[in-house]
Structure formats: structure tokens, C-alpha cells
């Protein structure tokens, strides 16, 4: 009975919230906008029940003094001072000191440090054995070129090749990947909706 109780809800609130975006009625509109609101409220109380878990864990590992330990202290002080300059709003002023100076510099010391991981991949992992790797090792060696100030000296038909590849092929490339994660997202609904997946009862 329980099982099939959530089922029937399930199937409910995903029929209404779908139904939603293609009528135009009072009563399924606010039906729709009540059940999108309750799934932010929920995902809200996810993201704190994920913070209380994220500090225990970190706690556990502090008390135990398990190897790498004051990563864990660094953590759970930065989350403190976060949710104390957040207090005051997420505009207020320490919030936009702290993302400025402090979050924007890590962001891009990181990208920094993951743009020669990278390279050092793609140098291990694509060997030219066949005329598509070496499509894809000139196309990805042109972008990078390109980006570099000094392209232009190089020869001054970089960039308009790099903006070309991301431009064509890329965006190409990128909207078969997005047709195809749509039709899979659309796919997996339906499963849901027609009760083939369950993944409520998990």
C-alpha cells in the first residue's frame, strides 16, 4: 500500500508540474508554482542537512586526529566565517569583499593550476594513432595557441582559427551533446512517469 501511495503522488505532482508549462489555467498554474516552490524548500533543507553531515564528518576527523586533519580545521573555520559574513545578506558587503578577494583568486589560482593538468593529460592519454586524435590534438593545440597573447606574433591568423573552431565545430559538438542530454533527461522522465523507474522508493 505504501508503495503504491508514493507512486500515485509521485505521479501526480510530476503529471501537474508538466502539465504546467503547457496550459494556461489559474488552477494548475498555481498548483504548478506550489509544488516547484516545495521542491526548492526541499532542495534548501537538503543543502543544510548536507553542511550538518559535511561538519561532522570533518569534526569526527579532528577528534581522531586522522592524516590530514587541519585540511578539516581550514574547513570547517572558512564555513564559520562564510555563514557569519553571510548573516548579513547575500549583497552585503563582507559577502562581496569575501567572493572578490578572496573566492575569485582561489577560482582562478585553481584553473591556473588546471590548465597544466590538463595539458600533461591530454599529452599522456592521446596518443596520434588515427586521423581523428590528430583532428582533435590540432584542434585543442589551435585553442590554446590562440589564447596565449602572443598568437598574433606567431601568426596573425590564430585567433580567427581559434575563434572559427570554437565558433563551428565546437558549438557543433556541443549542441549534439546537449540534444542528446536532453532527449536522455526527457527519457528518464517519461520512465518515471510511466512507473518503470522508481527511484522515490530507493
Given at each position: 500500500?505504501?508503495r503504491?501511495?508514493?507512486s500515485?503522488i509521485?505521479?501526480?505532482?510530476?503529471?501537474?508540474?508538466?502539465i504546467?508549462?503547457f496550459v494556461?489555467s489559474?488552477?494548475?498554474?498555481?498548483?504548478?508554482?506550489?509544488?516547484?516552490e516545495?521542491?526548492?524548500?526541499?532542495?534548501?533543507?537538503?543543502?543544510?542537512?548536507g553542511?550538518?553531515?559535511?561538519?561532522?564528518v570533518?569534526?569526527?576527523r579532528?577528534?581522531?586526529?586522522?592524516?590530514?586533519?587541519?585540511?578539516?580545521?581550514?574547513?570547517?573555520?572558512?564555513?564559520?566565517?562564510?555563514?557569519?559574513?553571510?548573516?548579513?545578506?547575500?549583497?552585503?558587503?563582507?559577502?562581496?569583499?569575501?567572493f572578490?578577494?578572496?573566492?575569485?583568486?582561489?577560482?582562478?589560482?585553481?584553473?591556473?593550476?588546471?590548465?597544466?593538468?590538463?595539458?600533461?593529460?591530454?599529452?599522456?592519454?592521446?596518443?596520434?594513432?588515427s586521423w581523428?586524435?590528430?583532428?582533435?590534438?590540432?584542434?585543442?593545440?589551435i585553442?590554446?595557441?590562440?589564447q596565449?597573447?602572443l598568437?598574433?606574433?606567431?601568426?596573425?591568423?590564430?585567433?580567427?582559427l581559434k575563434?572559427?573552431?570554437?565558433?563551428?565545430?565546437?558549438?557543433?559538438?556541443?549542441?549534439?551533446i546537449?540534444?542528446?542530454?536532453?532527449?536522455?533527461?526527457i527519457?528518464a522522465g517519461?520512465?518515471?512517469?510511466?512507473?518503470?523507474?522508481?527511484?522515490?522508493l530507493?
Amino acid at each position: 500500500m505504501k508503495r503504491i501511495l508514493l507512486s500515485v503522488i509521485a505521479l501526480a505532482t510530476a503529471a501537474i508540474v508538466l502539465i504546467d508549462f503547457f496550459v494556461d489555467s489559474p488552477i494548475v498554474n498555481q498548483a504548478g508554482a506550489l509544488l516547484t516552490e516545495g521542491a526548492v524548500v526541499l532542495a534548501a533543507f537538503a543543502m543544510i542537512l548536507g553542511l550538518l553531515n559535511l561538519l561532522a564528518v570533518h569534526l569526527a576527523r579532528m577528534r581522531t586526529k586522522e592524516p590530514g586533519w587541519p585540511y578539516s580545521v581550514v574547513l570547517i573555520v572558512t564555513v564559520v566565517v562564510m555563514l557569519a559574513l553571510g548573516l548579513g545578506g547575500p549583497g552585503s558587503a563582507p559577502v562581496t569583499w569575501a567572493f572578490r578577494y578572496v573566492y575569485s583568486p582561489l577560482q582562478a589560482t585553481m584553473f591556473s593550476l588546471l590548465a597544466f593538468f590538463i595539458i600533461t593529460a591530454v599529452y599522456r592519454a592521446f596518443r596520434v594513432k588515427s586521423w581523428e586524435t590528430a583532428l582533435f590534438v590540432a584542434a585543442g593545440l589551435i585553442v590554446l595557441i590562440g589564447q596565449i597573447p602572443l598568437a598574433e606574433k606567431l601568426w596573425q591568423q590564430f585567433p580567427v582559427l581559434k575563434d572559427w573552431v570554437l565558433a563551428v565545430p565546437a558549438t557543433a559538438g556541443m549542441r549534439g551533446i546537449l540534444l542528446g542530454v536532453a532527449l536522455g533527461t526527457i527519457l528518464a522522465g517519461l520512465r518515471v512517469l510511466l512507473l518503470m523507474d522508481r527511484p522515490y522508493l530507493e
